[in-house]
T-cell receptor, first 112, second 112 residues
Framework: DVKVTQSSRYLVKRTGEKVFLECVQDMDHENMFWYRQDPGLGLRLIYFSYDVKMKEKGDIPEGYSVSREKKERFSLILESASTNQTSMYLC???????????FGPGTRLTVL | QKEVEQNSGPLSVPEGAIASLNCTYSDRGSQSFFWYRQYSGKSPELIMSIYSNGDKEDGRFTAQLNKASQYVSLLIRDSQPSDSATYLCAVEFSGGYNKLIFGAGTRLAVHP
């Protein structure tokens, strides 16, 4: 069964900490995406990647960076965590043309 | 800014009734449209995709697309309490890199 996995289901961090969220897919997909989900706002695109070492900003990239050193792994980095980054973070992967069905289980991040 | 709009609800329907969920989008060039179901604390689950004008049926679900009106809907026939969830409309926006943009979601409550 194909899978998208995320490194943690729940994470609690302090303001100012550097936070790494990891996403791994086993489907050899080229495209990977990071979203955050907040009540009443749906899923908002943070960053995406269409190839190894390639990245593109989504709609809300401020305060985040990403890394894709290997095709199967896409990392989201919070350089200095802030309380307004408390959210559910969801990773997705697709193979063009987009079959948008592969989401990870999500990481609920709380920044205190 | 490319947008996808949904009524937040909650939409409350009795068991056995038809639930009708609506979505509008801003980009006339969009070609691919998706409906997801999301239970509380879980990641989105793809339930329907539609690419051409008209209706597409899958079991109790029917997706309807009208590109001229930039409108896509989801009908759930014979609604069950287990259908109670948040339904997310998503549109794949083209132009450069394809991205999936979500609406804020409509919360559906099916009561016995």
């Amino acid at each position: 069964d194909v899978k998208v996995t995320q490194s943690s289901r729940y994470l609690v961090k302090r303001t100012g900490e550097k936070v790494f969220l990891e996403c791994v897919q086993d489907m050899d997909h080229e495209n990977m995406f990071w979203y955050r989900q907040d009540p009443g706002l749906g899923l908002r695109l943070i960053y995406f990647s269409y190839d190894v070492k390639m990245k593109e900003k989504g709609d809300i990239p401020e305060g985040y960076s990403v890394s894709r050193e290997k095709k199967e792994r896409f990392s989201l980095i919070l350089e200095s965590a802030s309380t307004n980054q408390t959210s559910m973070y969801l990773c997705a992967s697709t193979q063009p043309p987009g079959l948008w069905k592969f989401f990870g289980p999500g990481t609920r991040l709380t920044v205190l | 800014q490319k947008e996808v709009e949904q009524n937040s609800g909650p939409l409350s329907v009795p068991e056995g009734a038809i639930a009708s969920l609506n979505c509008t989008y801003s980009d006339r060039g969009s070609q691919s449209f998706f409906w997801y179901r999301q239970y509380s604390g879980k990641s989105p689950e793809l339930i329907m995709s539609i690419y051409s004008n008209g209706d597409k049926e899958d079991g109790r679900f029917t997706a309807q697309l009208n590109k001229a009106s930039q409108y896509v809907s989801l009908l759930i026939r014979d609604s069950q309490p287990s259908d109670s969830a948040t339904y997310l409309c998503a549109v794949e926006f083209s132009g450069g890199y394809n991205k999936l943009i979500f609406g804020a979601g409509t919360r559906l409550a099916v009561h016995p």
